[in-house]
């Protein structure tokens, strides 16, 4: 059983669009974080989320933890090719991390 | 500072033999952790290392499956005999301090991951 679902699974987009990526649970989390994978390589963080109701902006990228500290999401502004990538979201609890499935978001020119 | 490194890169090995990964976490780093992404799922946690302790190894799959961080630096990650349901991509996290669980927002770095396959 999966403890983090994450949509969609995969996202494909134009260019200037925005999109969002959910995360939802069942569990508590002490924290929530979201990752970026290119391939090849391991994941990288892209931001920390660890109180309920909390908003975090990194340039066009928006996070959200929910009240609960169960849920996340994930909003770009006006995607980018650069943005293309698989985002991960990871719920933390005792040191160890809960991965999502992952969302490839492909962002077209 | 050099990031978290994996060795090696890719291994493919028959069912029945024996592999050792390597992770070589960021220096100065007390904690550190296995993770596996197998075919079509989900990255899953495997261990967690507390210097040279084992912290946590309740995501290790079998009695098949042998990590060990002599000294407390780097750590090795062996698998014998392999299985087919092995193969996947083995990745290695490491993250500073150990706070006893204090602390909530420990980001973890990680490696570029060792891509296995059991034939």
């Known amino acids: 059983t999966q403890l983090l679902e994450q949509s969609p699974q995969f996202l494909s987009i134009q260019e200037g669009e925005n999109l969002t990526v959910y995360c939802n649970s069942s569990s508590v989390f002490s924290s929530l974080q979201w990752y970026r994978q290119e391939p090849g390589e391991g994941p990288v963080l892209l931001v920390t989320?660890?109180?309920?109701?909390e908003v975090k902006k990194l340039k066009r990228l928006t996070f959200q933890f929910g009240d609960a500290r169960k849920d996340s999401s994930l909003h770009i502004t006006a995607a980018q090719p650069g943005d293309t990538g698989l985002y991960l979201c990871a719920g933390a609890r005792d040191y160890k991390l809960s991965f999502g499935a992952g969302t490839t978001v492909t962002v077209r020119a | 500072e050099a990031g978290v490194t994996q060795f090696p890169s890719h291994s493919v090995i028959e069912k029945g033999q024996t592999v050792t990964l390597r992770c070589d976490p960021i220096?100065?780093?007390?904690?550190l952790y296995w993770y596996r992404r197998v075919m079509g799922k989900e990255i899953k946690f495997l261990l967690h290392?507390?210097?040279?302790?084992?912290?946590?190894e309740s995501g290790m799959p079998n009695n098949r499956f042998l990590a060990e961080r002599t000294g407390g630096t780097y750590s090795t990650l062996k698998v014998q005999p392999a299985e087919l349901e092995d193969s996947g991509v083995y990745f290695c996290?490491?993250?500073?301090?150990?706070?006893?669980?204090?602390?909530?927002?420990?980001?973890?770095?990680f490696g570029p991951g060792t891509r296995l396959t059991v034939l």
């Open positions: 989320v660890v109180t309920g109701g």
């Open positions: 996290a490491s993250s500073q301090d150990w706070l006893g669980g204090r602390s909530r927002t420990d980001t973890q770095y």
């Open positions: 290392f507390v210097k040279e302790s084992k912290q946590d």
């Open positions: 220096s100065g780093h007390d904690n």
